[in-house]
């Protein structure tokens, strides 16, 4: 059985980050390496930053499947052209297939309505295929691109991605 909730507990942040180290250390390290991938673990999902962006007003949902954390969405409302970034939106590989991705996006989508939101967006590693077939499969559409310095020599190139909401 799958659940979603919303991460709101320090014991939250804790587990969101273990699993997230799971899923960078085995998706990311093939596309950006080693040391770019625990840097960036460091820097974007340890439980310190997800428990400061909870605290800040991001929200975090939780999917489980039989009771066992397998996946994880962030979300925040942007005032200025009234959308929702979509921050972090991962399942882990051994529970891909079961519908997490709807139901997590779902969860964003019922956020991004409780401000009349007019679009979520992301951004995507451009070479990171998987992920980007998937965003078109749930409604995503490139608009842009962009390379985002990240500290200690390390860039981010990646697509910007859009779904467009009816409100």
């Known amino acids: 059985?799958?659940?979603?909730?919303e991460a709101v507990t320090k014991e939250d942040a804790d587990a969101l980050s273990i699993l997230a180290q799971k899923i960078w250390k085995e998706h990311y390290t093939p596309l950006i390496g080693r040391e770019q991938t625990e840097y960036m673990l460091e820097k974007f999902q340890s439980a310190e930053v997800i428990t400061d962006s909870i605290q800040s007003g991001m929200k975090y949902y939780m999917a489980f499947c039989d009771?066992?954390?397998s996946g994880y969405a962030a979300a925040k409302h942007?005032?200025?052209g009234n959308t929702v970034f979509l921050s972090k939106f991962y399942v882990e590989s051994l529970h891909r297939g079961r519908g997490l991705s709807?139901?997590?996006l779902s969860k964003v989508q019922q956020?991004?309505?409780e401000?009349?939101?007019n679009s979520i967006w992301l951004t995507c590693n451009k070479h990171n295929s998987l992920s980007l077939n998937i965003y078109k499969k749930l409604g995503f559409e490139i608009i842009d691109q962009m390379e985002t310095d990240i500290?200690?020599?390390?860039?981010?190139d990646d697509y910007m991605l859009?779904?467009?909401l009816n409100r």
């Open 151 to 156: 500290g200690e020599g390390y860039v981010m």
């Open 78 to 80: 942007v005032l200025e």
């Open 162 to 164: 859009e779904m467009k």
């Open 115 to 117: 401000f009349q939101s």
């Open 67 to 69: 009771d066992i954390l």
């Open 102 to 104: 709807k139901k997590l």
């Open 1 to 5: 059985m799958e659940l979603i909730r």
């Open 111 to 113: 956020f991004a309505q």
